[in-house]
């Protein structure tokens, strides 16, 4: 059988749709899997671009097939990445494989709240214009011309004080690390 014009893939499509379910439904052993299969099947009939088909049945058939294998493989990746993850997510190893505790030990959380505390006191005893036009632009976000506004002061001013409590804290963090 030859179809060179689209409406006889299309008609073949409605003379055999019975017959498609079937193997759909064959296939994936699920009715709503089968018809969600068939309807697509239907998109891509019509979609296909023209052209002669030598087995307008044959065709369809294996269009039919290559769609469940390809939502086959599909669910497979799927289960793999999902699988991936919440081995990840659980720190599940393999067997053999020694898990690694992804969570910092009480030395680097002690550490670290030592840190925040040396930052929170070197904020806390910057000079008075310092700490305000640090705090409103890096803790609230304001921009410079923000700050300016609020603080009733220049652009060039709320920079100025930016560069004293950086210079500041820097230097506070340096102690820190040398103590």
């Not at 058939?61 to 699988?83: H, I, K, S």
């Not at 720190?91 to 930052?119: C, K, S, W, Y």
């Amino acid at each position: 059988m030859s179809l060179g014009e689209k409406d006889g893939v299309e008609a073949l499509y409605g003379l055999h749709q019975a017959e498609l379910r079937r193997l759909l439904l064959a296939r994936t052993g699920d009715p709503a899997e089968a018809e969600d299969l068939l309807q697509e099947l239907w998109l891509r009939v019509r979609q296909r671009p023209s052209g002669p088909v030598a087995n307008g049945r044959a065709y369809l058939f294996r269009m039919a097939q290559n769609m469940v294998v390809d939502r086959l493989r599909e669910r497979q990746r799927r289960m793999a990445r999902d699988r991936r993850w919440a081995d990840h997510a659980t720190d599940f190893a393999q067997p053999g494989i020694e898990p690694i505790d992804q969570h910092d030990n009480a030395e680097q959380r002690m550490i670290a709240r030592e840190e925040v505390a040396t930052l929170t006191s070197a904020i806390a005893n910057l000079p008075d214009g310092a700490r305000r036009a640090f705090e409103l632009h890096k803790l609230e976000g304001l921009s410079h011309a923000e700050v300016a506004t609020r603080l009733g002061i220049s652009k060039s001013g709320v920079e100025k004080h930016m560069a004293v409590a950086m210079k500041y804290l820097r230097r506070a963090l340096l102690d820190w690390g040398k103590g």
